[in-house]
């Protein structure tokens, strides 16, 4: 079970948190005025002064922690500020005023003098006139009628007085931060509302379109009249997902489609192509140990120069063995065998390709170094039909990180491509049938 946030570390600063200290301080207030009137010279120098520092110093730390944390996120654009933080801000101003001026009368009855020489003025009251201090220390205001006598006590004037400017810029900076989150926020929602239009609008119309296909056609017909819908597919998937990342997308983002055979069914020739790509390498007829194939078949935008000799073919090895997953390229592959049907390469300086080939590193090396700017990320997710894996959609972006780094927006982004790829996978199953009434005929 998870714990609840402790006084000194708190998850957010309630009003718990807030009646604790305020008790604190009060008390440690009492402390310091009734310590006057105490004879022993060792307790009222030494052990009450240090007793008292510890103690203020203990209610001040969590304060000045959860105002920062909140002044952080704010700035970041993740959230606005709240009434619950001009209730924080003031009361860790009226914390700090509180606490100078108790540890102001500490260090008087520890040094054995006054430390400030007032006015003629003084109260009998020796707090309320190091509260005074205090507060017009913080404020910077500084009427003259109060000086520090004493080098220590000058030193902690100085110290309140750089606690009071960091508080006012905090305060700035929150409401600052506040208002150009709003802003963001404001221009966010306006924009995903356009996005969620064009993005119903889109399943909708390929929901039509791959529903009124005429599969009674030869299959030189059927694709020829569905690769515009293929192509669309993999620009629309592209196009969503750089505009999740708007409104001022930077990233050049295109995706792919490849086709899985298994490896029992695969013709001959792409067995040829894949045999380059198998580590440990296999020839002839061990190369039907392979799980399957993966064979590219259209892209949304052809990036130049891809490896591979004709279409694009990467060998899948068995899912349920460990030791030869470690030798598949990353990306495809991957994201077939990954129990949540997606990978995703963050930046594609980071693959090992140390177990592959010589000459298929040595290709795969060049080609992620010839297109840096072109390839720097990207996410594979499996498509399936009725349970069974018939691809891999690829997007990939000129900008590391653009599938996000955290597994919740990884999984919006997959989430988001997949009803699409439910519709690539429906063609991927036309095209199979079409190629065996083919062949029996």
């Known amino acids: 079970m998870e714990q609840s946030p402790t006084l000194f570390f708190p998850k957010d600063f309630r009003l718990r948190h807030i009646v604790t200290v ?51 996120t704010v700035i970041g654009g993740s959230t606005t500020a709240r009434f619950q933080d001009l209730i924080l801000i003031g009361f860790t101003y009226m914390s700090v005023i509180i606490a100078f001026g108790i540890i102001y009368q500490m260090l008087e009855y520890s040094a054995g003098k006054e430390v400030f020489a007032f006015s003629p003025f003084r109260t009998k009251l020796r707090l309320i006139d190091n509260l005074y201090v205090s507060g017009i220390t913080i404020t910077t205001v500084g009427y003259g ?126 067995l040829d192509l894949a045999e380059p790509y198998t580590f440990p390498l296999l020839r002839g007829e061990a190369m039907r140990s392979l799980w399957g194939i993966l064979i590219l078949r259209e892209w949304g935008e052809q990036p130049p120069n891809m490896p591979g000799s004709g279409e694009l073919v990467l060998p899948v090895y068995d899912p349920a063995d460990p030791a030869k997953i470690r030798s598949q390229l990353s990306g495809a592959p991957h994201a077939i065998t990954n129990r949540d049907g997606y990978h995703i390469v963050s930046d594609t300086r980071s693959i090992d390709l140390s177990n592959q080939d010589p000459d298929v590193r040595n290709r795969m090396e060049s080609y992620f170094a010839e297109h840096s700017n072109e390839l720097r990320s990207f996410a594979s997710v499996r498509i ?41 996978a429906r063609l991927a199953v036309y095209d199979e049938a079409k190629e065996k009434e083919q062949k029996q005929q």
């Open 145 to 270: 009628d109060v000086t520090p006598t004493f080098w220590f006590t000058k030193l902690l004037v100085v110290v309140e007085s750089l606690v009071g400017i960091l508080l006012t810029a905090t305060v700035l900076g929150l409401f600052i931060g506040s208002l150009l989150s709003s802003q963001q926020q404001d221009q966010q929602r306006r924009w995903y509302a356009g996005l969620q239009r064009r993005y119903l609008q889109a399943l909708n119309e390929y929901f039509d379109t791959i529903n009124s296909i005429d599969t009674k056609v030869d299959i030189g017909e059927l694709k020829k009249k569905t690769l515009s819908i293929r192509q669309g597919l993999l620009k629309t998937i592209a196009s969503l997902v750089q505009a999740q990342y708007a409104p001022a997308p930077s990233a050049k983002v295109c995706a792919n489609w490849m086709r899985l055979h298994t490896a029992l069914d695969a013709e001959r020739k792409y």
């Open 384 to 424: 399936e039909y009725s349970g069974r894996v018939v691809g891999v959609v690829n997007i990939q972006s000129s900008e590391p990180d653009l599938c996000g780094t955290t597994e919740y927006v990884q999984r919006t982004i997959v989430d988001m491509i997949r009803p699409f790829t439910r519709y690539l």
């Open 22 to 72: 305020s008790v604190i301080l009060v008390g440690i207030g009492i402390l310091a005025e009734v310590t006057q009137y105490l004879d022993s010279s060792v307790l009222k120098r030494v052990i009450l002064p240090i007793v008292v520092g510890l103690l203020v110093g203990a209610c001040l730390f969590p304060l000045v922690v959860t105002l920062t944390k909140r002044l952080t």
